[in-house]
């Protein structure tokens, strides 16, 4: 299974699986980003990369995450933007000035939390290799290990 995600400047990002079973690929249209990645607990629209000129920032307050302080940052999508998430919060560590969580929110309700784990420097890079993403209405949780990054 592979996902090909292309980032574009002015408009959403193309998608496309690969399955090798089957030996084709799909497009992910863009009505079907909120739906689950595969059975997992993640969205297609949660492997994308985000634009940061897409969204408003607010620093919101400061608060501790697996006992590193962190900045909580909220970020809205502009009203361009169509998104599954209205809102989301994110916390960056002050250490190394890496994620460690990010929660969405659908109208008011909390939807996903992910949180960054086992933060590594990987060729110069500040990165998680382990990323649990919570699903809060289906009460569900999947675990993405990073083993092998180059």
Sequence with gaps: MALLVLNQPDRSSDQWTWTPAIG???????????????G???????????????SDFTLVG??????????????R????????????????????YSAARVESYIK???????????????????????LRMEDLRRKGKTVMRLEKLE
């Design 62 to 75: 400061e608060e501790a995450v697996d006992g590193a302080a962190c900045w909580r940052i909220e970020f």
């Design 77 to 96: 999508p502009r009203a361009a933007r169509s998104l599954q998430y209205n809102r989301r919060f994110l916390w960056i560590r002050k250490d190394n």
């Design 24 to 38: 084709r690929d799909r497009r992910i249209a863009m009505q079907d980003r909120s739906t689950r990645f595969f």
């Design 40 to 54: 997992t607990d993640f969205s297609f629209e949660d492997l994308e990369e985000r634009d940061v000129d897409q």
């Design 108 to 130: 008011d309700q909390l939807v996903p939390r992910l949180n960054y784990r086992q933060i590594e420097r990987v060729q110069n890079v500040w990165t998680a290799r382990l």
